[in-house]
């Protein structure tokens, strides 16, 4: 894709404080982390930067961030089958953030939800 000159002087497109965090992410992998590393997992807006994460962490769950990984996962593709005939779909992508805190901060996501 080119870069034209419309699409650089449009301004970058900020999320709000509380649009940044979905929703916490329960997995095994992530349960695994939090036990032995300090490490939380959520779900996050698909634009949301690190330093947005970082800020939002810290101002909702009133702890330090050490550091902040992210990663996009694709969505599943779905075929569905019907009289009519076949259908095929995709799941929405979505971009998961693993927060590292600094020793002695936790969060107790139990209590938040």
Same mark, same amino acid.
């Given at each position: 894709?080119?870069?034209?000159?419309?699409?650089?002087? $449009?301004?970058?497109?900020?999320?709000?404080?509380?649009?940044?965090?979905?929703?916490?992410?329960?997995?095994?992998?992530?349960?695994?982390?939090?036990?032995? $590393?300090?490490?939380?997992?959520?779900?996050?807006?698909?634009?949301?930067?690190?330093?947005?994460?970082?800020?939002?962490?810290?101002?909702?769950?009133?702890?330090?961030?050490?550091?902040?990984?992210?990663?996009?996962?694709?969505?599943?593709?779905?075929?569905?089958?019907?009289?009519?005939?076949?259908?095929?779909?995709?799941?929405?992508?979505?971009?998961?953030?693993?927060?590292?805190?600094?020793?002695?901060?936790?969060?107790?996501?139990?209590? $938040?939800?």
């Amino acid at each position: 894709m080119e870069l034209t000159l419309n699409m650089a002087k $449009q301004p970058a497109r900020r999320l709000k404080m509380y649009n940044v965090i979905v929703r916490p992410l329960f997995t095994e992998k992530v349960s695994h982390l939090t036990e032995g $590393q300090n490490t939380y997992g959520f779900v996050v807006a698909l634009g949301a930067n690190k330093i947005e994460i970082r800020k939002a962490i810290e101002k909702k769950f009133n702890v330090k961030v050490e550091a902040v990984r992210t990663a996009i996962t694709e969505g599943k593709g779905k075929m569905v089958f019907r009289r009519s005939g076949r259908f095929s779909g995709k799941k929405p992508d979505y971009k998961k953030a693993f927060v590292v805190l600094k020793k002695g901060d936790k969060i107790d996501l139990f209590e $938040q939800l």
